[in-house]
């Protein structure tokens, strides 16, 4: 099947870190990706991991990937009132993406 | 620039009539795509077109029919439209193995 689950709601202070979960079950899956959408918007992609890889960086962004256990992370430094959208995670599925439930991030003062 | 366009961006419409949402792309992507977000925010697929050319069609209804004049237009075309159909549309475009870039979307409404 091709599920991809995340939890629902996240609720962090400003200043403190985030990290949002998600697991996938095609192992074949070559890239996966994390969008973000805010309110009434479309999504934006933020970054995507290569299979291949364990961890990847982007200033305030860390992914962590664990091929084993089918598990994917966010991690968010320094969380800011502006990150509170809802967070998918995708996998590839030759040209389709499948995507997350999402997670929905509230950042509080 | 807008890289990926949808209009309109709200449709307000009543049961059984036939409406139809316009993407357009200025990437110059080979490939578009359509997807639905339903009220829980669930996010699935529903066609892919690559140039021009039909690539996935994910058990949608026949009402729903994509058409794609060139490569970078895809215009949806809902016929006989229900309430469950209700949702926000997303068109999207991209290369094969990176990303999407999705448009605003369009909320339909079915009254």
């Known amino acids: 099947g091709e599920d991809v689950e995340q939890s629902l709601f996240l609720s962090v202070r400003e200043g403190d870190s985030s990290v949002i979960n998600c697991t996938y079950t095609?192992?074949?899956?070559?890239?996966l990706y994390w969008y973000k959408q805010e309110p009434g918007a479309g999504l934006q992609l933020l970054t995507y991991?290569?299979?291949?890889?364990d961890m990847k960086q982007d200033q305030r962004l860390t992914v962590l990937l664990n091929k084993k256990d089918k598990h994917l992370s966010l991690r968010i430094a320094d969380t800011q009132t502006g990150d509170s959208a809802i967070y998918f995670c995708?996998?590839?599925?030759?040209?389709?993406?499948?995507f997350g439930t999402g997670t929905r991030l509230q950042v509080f003062p | 620039d807008t890289a990926v366009s949808q209009t309109p961006k709200y449709l307000v419409t009543q049961m059984g009539n036939d409406k139809s949402i316009k993407c357009e792309q200025n990437?110059?992507?080979?490939?578009m795509y359509w997807y639905k977000q339903d009220s829980k925010k669930f996010l699935k697929i529903m066609f892919s077109?690559?140039?021009?050319?039909?690539?996935i069609n994910e058990t949608v209804p026949n009402r729903f029919s994509p058409k794609s004049p060139d490569k970078a237009h895809l215009n949806l075309h809902i016929n006989s439209l229900e309430l469950g159909d209700s949702a926000v549309y997303f068109c999207?475009?991209?290369?094969?193995?990176?990303?999407?870039?999705f448009g605003p979307g369009t909320r339909l409404t079915v009254t």
């Open positions: 999207a475009s991209g290369d094969t193995y990176y990303e999407q870039y």
């Open positions: 995708a996998e590839r599925d030759t040209d389709k993406l499948i």
């Open positions: 991991i290569f299979s291949n890889m």
């Open positions: 990437l110059g992507h080979d490939t």
């Open positions: 095609d192992s074949s899956s070559t890239y």
């Open positions: 077109y690559n140039n021009k050319e039909l690539i």
